[in-house]
T-cell receptor, first 119, second 112 residues
């Protein structure tokens, strides 16, 4: 069974600083996807960034980037120039794509990191 | 924009009641999911559906059932609500092979 571990239940950082959220996972599969989802207070969960395991290049989306270390099974999220709107719960998630086009695209989530940006 | 809506933001029910949680998506997605979110446990998959009338159990299906009669609608049913089912329930949908899941706002269910 796949597991996802987020070892930082809470973090806080000053506005405009850089923060890194850690995530490790455990799997024996070689083909998989990794995701970071953001859940702002009282708002819907949205996808921040995704990484395909077969791609060596780290994914980036504006101020968000990942450090994907496949051998170490590590997938950290870096937020640069943090903003007040980045305050949220952040979940790391893992998925093994199904063999057919219609199968279980189940996400396995970590327990989350509550990030607070301090003005 | 993909829109996933859930019938209630907050719900209070009594032990033993039958509870229906409704989820509707407007983007013709094949896949729909029901998760339960609890502090310190993250999100756990209850049930998954990849087509109308098709369903698969997730990690914690006990005490729950689902119904998908139309592609856009996925219902979660608590046949006899219990206090340990007090939780936040999140619905999500996705297009097959695209893998990004779109989430609804959640229903916070309290069973007393």
């Amino acid at each position: 069974a796949q597991t996802v571990t987020q070892s930082q239940p809470e973090m806080s950082v000053q506005e405009a600083e850089t923060v890194t959220l850690s995530c490790t996972y455990d799997t024996s599969e070689s083909n998989y996807y990794l995701f970071w989802y953001k859940q702002p207070p009282s708002r819907q969960m949205i996808l921040v960034i995704r990484q395909e395991a077969y791609k060596q290049q780290n994914a980036t989306e504006n101020r968000f980037s990942v450090n994907f270390q496949k051998a170490a099974k590590s997938f950290s999220l870096k937020i640069s120039d943090s903003q007040l709107g980045d305050t949220a719960m952040y979940f790391c998630a893992f998925m093994i794509p199904p063999l057919s086009n219609f199968g279980n695209e189940k996400l396995t989530f970590g327990t989350g990191t509550r990030l607070t940006i301090i003005p | 924009d993909v829109k996933v809506t859930q019938s209630s933001r907050y719900l209070v029910k009594r032990t033993g009641e039958k509870v229906f949680l409704e989820c509707v998506q407007d983007m013709d997605h094949e896949n729909m999911f029901w998760y339960r979110q609890d502090p310190g446990l993250g999100l756990r998959l209850i049930y998954f559906s990849y087509d109308v009338k098709m369903k698969e159990k997730g990690d914690i299906p006990e005490g729950y059932s689902v119904s998908r009669e139309k592609k856009e609608r996925f219902s979660l049913i608590l046949e006899s609500a219990s206090t340990n089912q007090t939780s936040m329930y999140l619905c999500a949908s996705s297009l097959s092979t695209h893998y990004e899941q779109y989430f609804g706002p959640g229903t916070r269910l309290t069973v007393t």
